[in-house]
């Protein structure tokens, strides 16, 4: 083996690429990771053989050589990859004007209206940025200067983004002995695998015994002087497996956060903009935050990301602090973002988020009657987990099994990824135009990739 080749081999062993290491010897697109390697730093890629994608429609994406991939992973493109409106709608702006959002223009003010008819309550104030991470960080700031606390009570096996705050509330990244006093993780409601399980016979009781493990995380920020700022939880799970929570799970944590002072804020970065049959993930559980953010699926592929709360919060706020973010909100930016909500509401794509979703649960249920390995399948909408296990009684995770699946997927034209803290939940999550023939490919790929790795 060349120098070359095994410097790449051991990147790979450093954890560089997602999904374990690849063959230099078989891997086809040698010159193009060579080419990235030498510029790049810690950068992951996905796949043995990564993919070298070139070309998006719907839910479709095209490699260098022309194959065709049902993709079941990207969210970003939620309304389509390469979404002729979207794209029309940025690139008439960009010929037009972009600059910040320090002088007066219509699309901002627009977009803020038609984000505020899509929310509940008084959440009618919108704070504009880029990313995920900083609408975050944003939102944590806003609830630290309101409440005057800055503890932060967030889920363990959490993701909320990359900067230094929005870092250490992303329990999932860093070991639990690094975790700061002003960060108290809780039990995340997975009634499948947590410590209170459907089925056992108080299932109407389960919302409550998980909300209650929220008491303890309370009183150790009260305890040690930090108080709760803020209760933060992407409403979807997804890095825990795409759950499914108790339906008042919600509503008796966000009583005991308000009990406590803190303020209830829903991650909406993964779960908003139709992902799960309503327009907000929140909804699903009939509770109202206090302060929303979302971004990806945001702008349809465009970096916009927003803060939204109540006038009484953001006034509050904006009396001792004072933010600006340049590109946030920008002209173009919020072209984007009106296209996106634009096309969801022309197309009904939340009905056919249901549909579609109802689709793909009740044939994975047909595909449980076959495998084994399927030991319960969550999530909501077009967000769904399908929870791998060795053994159905002992619920034993399959992660050596799971670990396979993507690459095999791939071979049979089909992108997806993996989630949760035992790396053995399968992840649908494709973008919301997909449909029942893509569902069908989907789906016949995933049993013959079980019939040949179930048993081995
Ligand atoms: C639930 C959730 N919140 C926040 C973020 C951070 O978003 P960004 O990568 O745009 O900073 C992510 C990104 O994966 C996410 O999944």
Redesign the pocket.
């Known amino acids: 083996m060349s120098d070359k080749n095994k410097s790449l081999k051991n990147s790979a062993a450093l954890g560089h690429i997602k999904f374990g290491g690849y063959d230099p010897e078989t891997t086809q697109n040698i010159e193009l990771i060579e080419r990235r390697n030498k510029h790049f730093a810690g950068s992951m890629l996905f796949y043995h053989d990564p993919v070298h994608i070139v070309r998006g429609e719907g839910a479709r994406l095209y490699d260098d050589k022309g194959r065709c991939y049902v993709d079941c992973y990207n969210n970003v493109q939620s309304m389509g990859h390469a979404n002729p409106s979207i794209a029309r709608a940025i690139a008439d702006q960009s010929t037009v004007l972009n600059t910040h959002t320090r002088y007066l223009h219509e699309n901002v003010i627009e977009l803020a209206e038609e984000v505020a008819k899509t929310l509940p309550g008084d959440l009618e104030v919108c704070l504009f940025v880029c ?3 900083e609408a ?1 960080e944003l939102a944590m700031r806003i609830a630290r200067v309101v409440t005057g606390n800055s503890g932060a009570v967030v889920m363990e096996g959490s ?4 900067s230094k705050l929005v870092g250490e509330m992303s329990t999932a990244t860093y070991p639990k002995e690094k975790r700061p006093p002003y960060i108290q993780a809780v039990e995340p409601p997975n009634t499948y695998r947590g410590s209170f399980l459907e089925g056992e016979g108080d299932d109407e009781q389960l919302g409550q015994r998980y909300a209650d493990l929220v008491d303890p995380a309370i009183e150790a920020l009260e305890g040690n002087g930090e108080g709760l700022a803020a209760f933060v939880c ?1 409403t979807i799970f ?1 890095s825990q497996g795409a759950l499914d929570a108790p339906g008042d799970y919600f509503t008796r944590v966000y009583e005991k956060v308000h009990a406590a002072g803190g303020l209830c804020i829903a ?1 909406e ?2 779960a908003g903009v139709c992902r799960t049959g309503t327009f907000w993930g929140f909804e699903q559980y009939d509770v109202v935050p206090d302060i929303v953010f979302t ?2 699926p945001f702008g349809g592929g465009y970096p916009v ?1 927003a803060v939204f709360t109540t006038r009484a919060i953001a006034d509050e706020w904006a009396r001792s602090d004072i933010y600006f973010n340049t590109f946030g909100g920008n002209p173009v930016a919020a072209a984007a973002a009106r296209a996106v909500i634009h096309y969801a509401k022309e197309h009904n794509i939340l009905e056919h988020v249901s549909s579609v979703g109802e689709y793909l649960v009740s044939h994975l249920r047909q595909l449980a009657q076959k495998h084994e390995v399927i030991g319960h399948i969550q999530g909501r909408g077009l967000f769904v987990g399908v929870d791998l296990v060795r053994d159905r009684k002992t619920r034993e995770p399959a992660a050596e099994l799971a670990r396979l699946i993507p690459d095999a997927m791939k071979a049979e034209g089909v992108l997806i990824g993996l989630t949760g803290p035992n790396g053995n939940c399968l992840k649908f999550r494709p973008p919301l135009v997909f449909t029942e023939e893509d569902v069908d490919i989907t789906l016949a790929a995933f049993d013959k990739v079980l019939a040949e790795l179930e048993y081995r």
């Not at 993701?159 to 990359?162: A, E, I, L």
């Open positions: 990313t995920g991470t975050c993701y909320h983004g990359n992407d997804d991650d970065v993964q971004g990806k990301a």
